[in-house]
């Protein structure tokens, strides 16, 4: 985009149930633009790094580029050639008043590994390994954590309504890494935090008591946190998708076609129609 159009963009007044408003402050963090702004200002580094970095030829040093918003990061052959993309990209930010964060910046191995929009890419034995990250697993806990103990005196079933959106959410995200370990390791936990939950609504009760309360038994698995309308979600009961790589050169408005069998074969996965 031109300079001066994008200027007036972004000083442009809005308009707010039919009233012009002066716009008298910035893009907030997290706000719903920023992301869209963090691509307009990124968008010439990859072109940059490929008129820099040729991926075809006898010297190629095998850099790539992958961005999400403003989070990227860039694949290179050796330690040298990454510090030396570093430079690139820190001269790319300055001219635009930006700079990199030293403490979210790293040069790694892949076989160190390293995090990435909450997950963590790390190569074992030759192969690449994909998984929840640590960070985003403590994050998840400390939310079930919390909204356990939240609902001290809250019924067994508002409890389940409560938990339920957190589950769905953070397992619908991880369902296309290797996330099946994790994913039992936090039925587990949550068990262990829902266990000390209904013991301090019952301390006189015996165990016996207290699991037939809150648990149900099915064909297939003993303790089901349940009742009679409503069941928690297993996260080991979530199935594994692997991405299926899409086609960039494609385009939503030219090649709906693409887009509409892509879609029917996401959906027949995962016991859908259309």
């Given at each position: 985009?031109?300079?001066?159009?994008?200027?007036?963009?972004?000083?442009?007044?809005?308009?707010?149930?039919?009233?012009?408003?002066?716009?008298?402050?910035?893009?907030?963090?997290?706000?719903?633009?920023?992301?869209?702004?963090?691509?307009?200002?990124?968008?010439?580094?990859?072109?940059?790094?490929?008129?820099?970095?040729?991926?075809?030829?006898?010297?190629?040093?095998?850099?790539?580029?992958?961005?999400?918003?403003?989070?990227?990061?860039?694949?290179?052959?050796?330690?040298?050639?990454?510090?030396?993309?570093?430079?690139?990209?820190?001269?790319?930010?300055?001219?635009?008043?930006?700079?990199?964060?030293?403490?979210?910046?790293?040069?790694?191995?892949?076989?160190?590994?390293?995090?990435?929009?909450?997950?963590?890419?790390?190569?074992?034995?030759?192969?690449?390994?994909?998984?929840?990250?640590?960070?985003?697993?403590?994050?998840?806990?400390?939310?079930?954590?919390?909204?356990?103990?939240a609902g001290a005196a809250w019924s067994q079933e508002v409890l389940i309504a409560k938990l339920n959106p957190i589950i769905r959410s953070w397992t619908?995200?991880?369902?296309?890494?290797?996330?099946?370990?994790?994913?039992?390791?936090?039925d587990h936990r949550i068990w262990e935090l829902l266990w000390k939950w209904a013991k301090r609504r019952h301390p006189d009760k015996p165990k016996d008591?207290?699991?037939?309360?809150?648990?149900?038994?099915?064909?297939?698995?003993?303790?089901?946190?349940?009742?009679?309308?409503?069941?928690?979600?297993?996260?080991?009961?979530?199935?594994?998708?692997?991405?299926?790589?899409?086609?960039?050169?494609?385009?939503?408005?030219?090649?709906?076609?693409?887009?509409?069998?892509?879609?029917?074969?996401?959906?027949?996965?995962?016991?859908?129609?259309?």
């Open positions: 985009m031109e300079k001066p159009i994008l200027t007036q963009f972004l000083k442009a007044d809005f308009i707010y149930k039919r009233h012009l408003n002066p716009t008298k402050a910035g893009t907030p963090q997290g706000g719903i633009i920023s992301p869209l702004l963090a691509n307009m200002t990124l968008d010439g580094i990859e072109k940059l790094l490929m008129a820099k970095y040729p991926k075809t030829g006898k010297h190629s040093k095998k850099v790539n580029f992958i961005r999400y918003a403003d989070d990227f990061i860039v694949t290179a052959n050796s330690e040298e050639t990454a510090r030396e993309i570093r430079g690139v990209i820190t001269a790319f930010l300055n001219e635009r008043g930006l700079e990199l964060s030293d403490d979210k910046t790293l040069i790694t191995n892949i076989n160190e590994g390293f995090d990435f929009l909450g997950w963590n890419l790390r190569k074992h034995k030759g192969k690449l390994l994909i998984k929840p990250s640590k960070k985003s697993i403590k994050g998840f806990t400390e939310t079930i954590s919390q909204t356990i103990t619908n995200y991880h369902n296309s890494v290797v996330s099946s370990d994790i994913f039992q390791t936090l008591w207290i699991v037939n309360k809150y648990w149900k038994r099915s064909t297939s698995r003993r303790w089901n946190f349940r009742t009679e309308v409503n069941e928690l979600v297993l996260l080991s009961k979530t199935r594994i998708y692997r991405h299926i790589p899409l086609k960039l050169q494609m385009n939503p408005f030219l090649n709906m076609d693409y887009f509409n069998e892509r879609q029917n074969k996401l959906c027949c996965r995962k016991g859908y129609s259309i």
